[in-house]
């Protein structure tokens, strides 16, 4: 068994939020990833794309996603699938909000119209 705390060195900001890895293969986790989301009101996500299937757990506020063109808000008692390669945009709905997010290792993110991967470092 492994505990696995927070830390300094696993917290990411970025324009979007702020993501801090839990379990992921750096931490001793072989086939799933985890990590917290805190997002503030005001502030949407990038449109991107993942290449890998997502499970978005809010543990508090209201998220609104939109994947493929579709919308719904999600709340804590909920979780939403993101399927694989779904264009995605996520935004926080009123007041901040914090979520577990949960995958299989390797996720990459790409920009619609761009070949580029970019990995997610709090999943690594």
């Known amino acids: ?41 005001d502030v949407a996500g990038p449109v991107h794309v993942i290449d890998r299937d997502q499970v978005w757990m809010p543990l508090s506020g209201v998220f609104e996603f939109t994947v493929d063109g579709e919308t ?22 009123e007041a901040p909000a914090e979520a577990i997010v949960a995958m299989v290792p390797g996720g990459m993110a790409t920009m619609p119209g761009a070949d580029k991967k970019i990995p997610l470092p709090w999943a690594e």
């Open 1 to 41: 068994m492994r505990v696995i705390s927070e830390t300094p060195d696993r917290t990411i900001t970025t324009p979007a939020g702020v993501m801090t890895g839990l379990a992921a293969p750096s931490q001793g986790s072989e086939e799933v990833c985890t990590w917290r989301v805190r997002l503030n009101p």
């Open 72 to 93: 719904a808000l999600v709340s804590t008692g909920q979780a939403v699938c993101v399927p694989s390669g779904a264009t995605r945009q996520i935004k926080v709905a």
